[in-house]
């Protein structure tokens, strides 16, 4: 099992996040489904004021890439990322075209003992 941690900013408006959270009360099941054959076991959003901070659970086997492909042969996925964008923004370090930006672990406890 690996575990991914990412970040990704909210425009700065209440009605807009409450709108994006409402959505995550009730994703559709075709990406909830899409999640899952990707290789992702478990996922969960964390938010402190317009900044998102997502951990992913995932498969051994388990790739960025591979998902990319599969979302972007997914109508639905798109349509639904289509439709996350209306709320998201790009942190200020990601790339061009970027959502989601993957952390970097700087520390474990379970390490450093």
Not at 27 to 48: D, F, H, K, N, T
């Amino acid at each position: 099992m690996k575990r991914y941690c990412l970040a990704l900013d909210l425009k700065d408006d209440p009605a807009l996040i409450a709108e994006y959270e409402a959505h995550h009360q009730a994703i559709w099941p075709e990406v909830r489904a899409s999640i899952r054959e990707s290789g992702i076991v478990q996922m969960e959003l964390y938010r402190l004021g317009n900044r998102l901070f997502m951990i992913m659970e995932t498969r051994d086997d388990f790739s960025f890439e591979q998902k990319a492909v599969m979302d972007e042969n997914n109508p639905v996925v798109q349509e639904w990322e289509g439709l996350m964008w209306k709320y998201q923004q790009a942190l200020p370090t990601a790339k061009p075209g970027e959502k989601w930006v993957l952390m970097k672990k700087i520390f474990d406890m379970q390490d450093s003992e």
